[in-house]
């Protein structure tokens, strides 16, 4: 049972670059999250989906997009990198309720030069 | 705004004290809290939730409306406990998650 499954799970970018990460979960939950951890900050949202075909920001969305491609599938893209997108970066899901627990991947962790 | 916060970066003590790690919360609602933990080298996971009423690996923790708290406890700290954990607010009109800035705990022998 692989619950969420992010890839890559380490990349290097030079500023400019782009770069999308990809997150899938097999649980057929209809939320999907995508959050930031950086040290002393916790995790901060940067989009989210609460069901299959909307999106929505979160805390800290400039510099980033997302795609919910299907139910499964939720996407985050970097169009231009900049070193203060150095992070570790986590997919979570969940049923859609407030009160049902996030699942998380295991985690991109991202630097950019 | 909504907005978690946990006060101590880092939390030292001996195997065998209590363990208390405080979550404090503003939120113009009724809230759901949780509280996550991330081991060394795993996932971030759920360790426990206010609407359950649960204790998990003998920990537990209390919602406090007066005083917007959801401190987590444990009598008795295990070498194993040693841990980030993440006090966590869903948002019921929306459906997202804010996590407050986490603390470590570490577990002495």
């Known amino acids: 049972n692989a619950g969420v499954t992010q890839t890559p799970k380490f990349q290097v970018l030079k500023t400019g670059q782009s770069m999308t990460l990809q997150c899938a979960q097999d649980m057929n939950h209809n939320s999907m999250y995508w959050y930031r951890q950086d040290p002393g900050m916790g995790l901060r949202l940067i989009y989210y989906?609460?069901?299959?075909?909307?999106?929505d920001k979160g805390e800290v969305p400039n510099g980033y997009n997302v795609s919910r491609l299907n139910k499964r599938e939720f996407s985050l893209r970097l169009e231009s990198a900049a070193p203060s997108q150095t992070s570790v970066y986590f997919c979570a899901s969940s049923e859609g309720r407030a009160v049902e627990k996030l699942f998380f991947g295991s985690g991109t962790q991202l630097s950019v030069l | 705004a909504q907005r978690v916060t946990q006060p101590e970066k880092l939390l030292s003590v001996f195997k065998g004290a209590p363990v208390e790690l405080k979550c404090n919360y503003s939120y113009s609602g009724s809230p759901e809290l949780f509280w996550y933990v991330q081991y060394s080298r795993q996932r971030l996971q759920l360790l426990l939730r206010?609407?359950s009423r649960e204790s998990i690996k003998g920990f537990t923790a209390d919602l406090n409306k007066g005083e917007t708290s959801f401190h987590l406890k444990k009598p008795f700290a295990q070498e194993e406990d040693s841990a980030m954990y993440y006090c966590a607010l869903s948002d019921n009109n929306f459906n997202k998650f804010y996590f407050g800035s986490g603390t470590k705990l570490n577990v002495k022998p």
């Open positions: 206010h609407i």
């Open positions: 989906s609460a069901s299959e075909g909307t999106t």
